[in-house]
């Protein structure tokens, strides 16, 4: 695939893997921009309804799709041969999924992770695991991120998000394939920004959750948001990302975004649980993921064989998988060892 050949506006061979809502949306804006997109859904009955009734109701209701757009169940029909792959399947099933496809990739695809989250067995970024299910070096990979729920995308309300890769031509010929007047696409050299980013936002937005679940005010939660994201580019820093990408649309865009939309999944898990509900039982009324309940745990592995300290992050691994009560949770961070506010990570 060209970057002229892209520029130019030439329908592109797209795959898609996961047709959840941000797989469908996504599916949906490349099929709508002329571009000849396949999607690889897991269930029967959600390729039945997008290819018969242009709509998925189970992941994205109330949106007509169009009729440009072709589901099916096969995956390694849905990946071969294309000039893009876009996958959005969930951290916990990335892994297994990709194996199917493993050295299958054409050489000229363009494979990009739209996915957000860390790999709890293996403490890998979406990316990482791309790479070494498929054996592609990190060049041959994107990741796209940014503030972005999947209903306002199908809505084509104005969105910006950022794809980044080590390849910069990758980076700018998919910014040509997925940008429209609605859908505003910037370009980043700084992969692992942009994941971890991405990742630990929903731990972060399970937390403001809470806060809003015990009726805490917005002091509390601003505070929550900033205090969160010095645990994010602590972590950033760490791993070798670039400081700056956290203030912009992978970092401050999509903390802001996911721990203040009433369309965040893991928001509303933080508030539901501070309600008292149990884990299990929201985890098992939903088909929809909620990613920031498996990347909570990732995320405290790795800063405690970092020793990085995410006092924000460790409590809400301990409420979601040690039942420490929130609000015990709350009263903890706030009483910790008083210091200043900037410190030297």
């Not at 490349?30 to 998925?56: F, M, P, S, Y």
């Amino acid at each position: 695939m060209s970057a002229k050949t892209t520029e130019a506006g030439s329908p592109l061979r797209i795959g898609v893997l996961g047709a959840g809502s941000w797989g469908t949306a996504l599916a949906d804006l490349l099929a709508t921009k002329g571009h000849r997109v396949d999607l690889w859904a897991r269930e029967a009955e959600v390729v039945h309804q997008i290819n018969h009734e242009h709509e998925n109701r189970i992941f994205l209701p109330g949106f007509r799709l169009t009729e440009g757009l072709a589901a099916s169940g096969e995956l390694a029909a849905v990946a071969s041969g294309k000039d893009l792959l876009l996958v959005v399947i969930p951290s916990h099933a990335l892994r297994q999924t990709m194996r199917a496809l493993s050295g299958s990739i054409a050489p000229q695809t363009d494979v990009v992770s739209a996915a957000k989250g860390i790999e709890t067995d293996t403490l890998c970024t979406l990316s990482q695991v791309l790479g070494q299910t498929l054996g592609l070096g990190p060049e041959r990979i994107g990741v796209l991120s940014g503030p972005s729920f999947a209903v306002e995308v199908a809505r084509r309300f104005p969105t910006a998000v950022v794809v980044a890769s080590s390849d910069p031509d990758l980076a700018r010929r998919v910014q040509h394939t997925f940008a429209t007047p609605v859908f505003r696409v910037y370009t980043s050299d700084d992969v692992i920004g942009v994941e971890l980013g991405g990742a630990v936002k929903n731990v972060i937005a399970i937390a403001a959750g809470m806060i809003d679940g015990l009726g805490m005010g917005l002091n509390t939660r601003a505070a929550l948001i900033t205090r969160g994201m010095t645990e994010i580019r602590r972590l950033g820093k760490r791993l070798g990302a670039n400081p700056r990408t956290f203030t912009g649309l992978a970092g401050y865009g999509d903390l802001i975004l996911t721990c203040t939309g009433e369309l965040s999944r893991n928001h509303t898990l933080g508030r539901r649980i501070a309600e008292g509900r149990k884990l299990a039982e929201l985890l098992a009324e939903t088909r929809s993921v909620a990613e920031g309940v498996h990347t909570a745990r990732a995320v405290h592995q790795l800063s405690v064989k970092l020793g990085v300290e995410m006092p924000i992050c460790r409590q809400v691994y301990r409420i979601l998988y040690e039942d420490l009560p929130p609000s015990v949770a709350l009263a903890e961070l706030m009483t910790r060892n008083l210091k200043p506010e900037l410190d030297d990570e």
